[in-house]
């Protein structure tokens, strides 16, 4: 089987017009997917695909879900994720809830959501360990993007903050810190990215992260497992980190506001117009729920704000001035780009600003694997290794990026390695399509071996991840893994995707070692790709 080859001419033209055309993806890749919970059992049901910071208000829904005899199924994703589906032929949602109403803006180019209102504010923020925060001098200072800048520059700031081209909190921020280190215009232009001085100096400001993650949600739980000093996040899983960091007796977050790049999630919930009498009825009567008083009083106690100027009295020991929130500031939303520019910023973010990536896939050609499940590893694999593909989804590779390729099965078969975004891309591509299939299955000695081939950079200047898939239950040995690991010394996540029979218990227990997570590739291979990759 020889692959296609599209004309690199259409490269520029893809990056623009790929989020709103059916090139986002197959019908099966944004169809529906298996609701990640299900709230209240009745017969009428609300289909919400959500932004992951909500599951924090699963309680709150659940109470309307039982009083009223709806069965609400959340499903959450990252916004971008959430814009493509608003950009495919159909939607197969009732109602669209992302952290900013940019990704409703931008992906319903259609205009099928309607009934959108804001359910809450927050900003995003820097949290820094407190005593981190004093040494910085930041406590009880107002602090510029610029200050925190020079931190980096220093090598006294480091920080997680998940990915600009998956998740909300991470794009807001990006942009926030691209208007600041401009000078706040009005409006970002074309113009303005190519300036030198802002791309050398966002290319220094994002060297300070440690980790990145597809998800805001999973991003505070990454912290909480400790090791790291600061995160850039949502207010309100900053402070959900401090309630957990106190019960454990630990040094809290400091919150710090970035006064000149300060952006805001403002939580819009809109209904999918597709002629339902019954689920817009369901619509507007949970929309009510959450914008009556008694709610948004029960919202705001989760660290989620009401309003752009403040908070209740009654709340002000959920937004504590010990851990440097500011109650009472009075919060101002900057002009987000138009959406051309908008690209061209994540387009940068990927392929220029950004720390490169460091990846090492292990992929799984045991005999299992003939015939489907092989044929979507190619397909998976193709829309990663060739650019023209990434770049739909803004997984485009940098020209400092590292890709090791590990086939195997009970045994490695090669190791095959591609430096920058050229054509030792594409010849990787050519060995995942044309690999023979055979064996049995030994996840563990492929993990070891990208783990000695990491040895042989400075992870320091990378963002490195190995990426496991496997259909089977491995054999070899989960001991002499988890000493290589050890051994290396550095902060390397282990993701593994989950396909055919592979044992979740495996793949859990080597992703919990590593400080990952699993992703289930069994309903869609090339989606659980696209997702791992926002990690790393």
């Known amino acids: ?62 109470e309307f879900a039982e009083e009223e005899n709806i069965r609400i199924e959340m499903t959450y994703q990252g916004s971008l994720d959430i814009m493509r589906t608003l950009g495919a032929e159909e939607i197969p949602y009732d109602a669209v809830w992302p952290a900013s109403s940019l990704w409703l803006n931008v992906g319903d180019t259609e205009h099928r959501v309607k009934h959108a209102e804001s359910v809450s504010i927050t900003p995003v923020v820097f ?80 060297a300070g992260v440690d980790r990145s993650s597809g998800s805001s949600d999973w991003l505070k739980d990454l912290f909480l497992e ?22 454990r007796g630990e040094e809290p977050l400091y ?75 009075v919060l101002s939303p900057f002009r987000m780009p138009e959406a051309d520019v908008l690209f061209e910023c994540l387009n940068l973010y990927q392929t220029n600003f950004r720390k490169p990536s460091l990846s090492v896939y292990c992929l799984d050609y045991s005999g299992s694997m003939s015939g489907e499940g092989n044929e979507q590893l190619v397909k998976a694999m193709e829309q990663l290794l060739i650019q023209e593909n990434a770049a739909r989804n803004f997984l485009q590779a940098s020209q400092n990026e590292v890709n090791i390729l590990i ?40 993990a070891e071996a990208g783990l000695r081939e990491l040895e042989n950079y400075d992870l320091s200047q990378y963002t490195p991840a190995i990426i496991l898939l496997t259909d089977g239950q491995s054999g070899g040995s989960y ?36 400080r990952a997570r699993v992703f289930d590739g069994r309903e869609d291979l090339t989606g659980a790709f696209r997702s791992v990759k926002g990690y790393n």
């Open 1 to 62: 089987m020889k692959r296609k080859r599209i004309g690199r001419a259409w490269i520029a033209c893809l990056l623009f017009a790929c989020l709103f055309l059916c090139a986002c993806g197959s019908g099966e890749e944004n169809g529906s997917r298996e609701a990640d919970t299900v709230l209240g059992s009745g017969h009428a049901v609300l289909r919400i695909l959500s932004g992951s910071e909500n599951q924090e208000l699963e309680p709150i829904l659940e």
């Open 127 to 206: 949290g820094i360990r407190q005593s981190l925060a004093e040494e910085l001098g930041f406590v009880g200072k107002e602090v510029s993007v610029g200050d925190l800048l020079e931190a980096i520059r220093s090598g006294r700031l480091r920080f997680c903050m998940t990915s600009a081209t998956q998740s909300n909190s991470g794009a807001s921020a990006y942009i926030g810190f691209l208007y600041a280190l401009l000078g706040n215009p009005d409006m970002i232009t074309e113009a303005d990215l190519q300036d030198p001085q802002l791309q050398e100096e966002m290319r220094e400001f994002l």
């Open 226 to 247: 400790g090791g790291y000093d600061a995160m850039v996040n949502y207010e309100c899983l900053i402070l959900s980190a401090n309630q957990e960091l106190e019960r």
């Open 255 to 329: 919150v710090v506001y970035p006064y000149d790049g300060l952006s805001l999630a403002d939580s819009p919930l809109g209904y999918v117009d597709q002629g339902d009498e019954e689920a817009e009825e369901a619509f507007l009567s949970l929309q009510e729920y959450l914008l009556s008083a008694d709610t948004q009083d029960a919202i705001q106690r989760t660290g989620r704000r009401s309003s752009y100027t403040g908070i209740s009295e009654a709340n002000r020991e959920v937004f504590r001035e010990d851990w440097g929130v500011q109650p009472d500031r």
């Open 407 to 446: 086939p195997f099965d009970d045994e490695v078969m090669g190791v095959y390695t591609a430096e920058g975004n050229g054509e030792e891309l594409e010849k990787l591509y050519e060995i995942v399509e044309e690999e023979d299939i055979g064996g049995g299955t030994d996840m563990y000695a492929a």
């Open 479 to 514: 001991r002499d893994f988890a000493s290589a690991w050890e051994s290396l010394g550095a902060d390397v996540p282990v993701f593994s995707i989950m396909f055919g029979d592979a044992d979740p218990e495996q793949l859990e227990e080597v992703a919990d070692r590593t």
